[in-house]
């Protein structure tokens, strides 16, 4: 399948289980996760429209994007992955949404990031939604506090993000992150990748971050 065909097919999946859920496929964004790619497997995407790109780390960032942004005007760049508190001057020049906001030493350091060079991406709260050791993401008790802290260093906060458990069913974690996200009175959910976009669209993903179903499994 080529790269303009994918994504078409990923567009469709969005779309289908959208309509399903009585959505608007257009308030669903793609964030299309290039990490570990080269640019020449993001070009057919570019090529082919897609504008919204996620990645992992700062510095594989910093290497591919600048160039890429010259060439295709109009590029909004996701971070997905983990963000150590002394990238953040860097982070807040690179990307326009921070999809890993999980401790009060990064709101700190975000919002010294915004004094210093003017630019206060969009953030996304994650919440560690299975209390798994390994994984970042603040923990649920948590939130409400993390988010006052957000909020009160005027971090533009989009919504919440969580990465479910591998190997099981997916949608409870998503249903509680919705609900989490209207307790705390947040709109925007992160949530949802190429194995269960569909699950995550019908209980309300505003952005959903696939990768393999795009670019093919990493090697």
Not at 28 to 46: F, G, W, Y
Request: glycine residues 8%; contains cysteine; proline residues 6%.
């Amino acid at each position: 399948m080529s790269p303009r065909e994918s994504l078409a097919t990923v567009h469709d999946r969005i779309a289908h289980a959208a309509r399903l859920a009585g959505r608007d496929p257009a308030n669903v964004t793609l964030v299309a996760v290039s990490k570990t790619h080269p640019a020449e497997a993001i070009r057919p995407l570019l090529d082919a429209g897609q504008r919204v790109f996620g990645e992992n780390r700062v510095a594989e960032a910093e290497a591919k994007w600048p160039a890429l942004r010259d060439e295709y005007p109009g590029v909004e760049l996701h971070l997905v992955g983990q963000l150590q508190s002394n990238k953040a001057d860097a982070a807040a020049v690179l990307f326009d949404c921070i999809h890993s906001l999980d401790r009060p030493s990064l709101v700190a350091a975000l919002a010294r990031a915004a004094e210093r060079t003017g630019r206060a991406p969009r953030c996304f709260v994650q919440v560690n939604i299975g209390d798994e050791p390994q994984k970042g993401g603040c923990a649920i008790a948590d939130l409400p506090a993390l988010l006052a802290e957000a909020r009160g260093a005027a971090l533009p906060v989009a919504g919440l993000m969580a990465v479910p458990p591998a190997g099981v069913e997916a949608a409870p974690y998503f249903a509680l992150l919705a609900k989490l996200a209207r307790d705390n009175g947040v709109a925007g959910l992160s949530m949802g990748m190429s194995d269960d976009l569909e699950a995550a669209v019908m209980l309300g993903a505003t952005y959903v971050r696939v990768g393999s179903a795009l670019f093919g499994a990493r090697a």
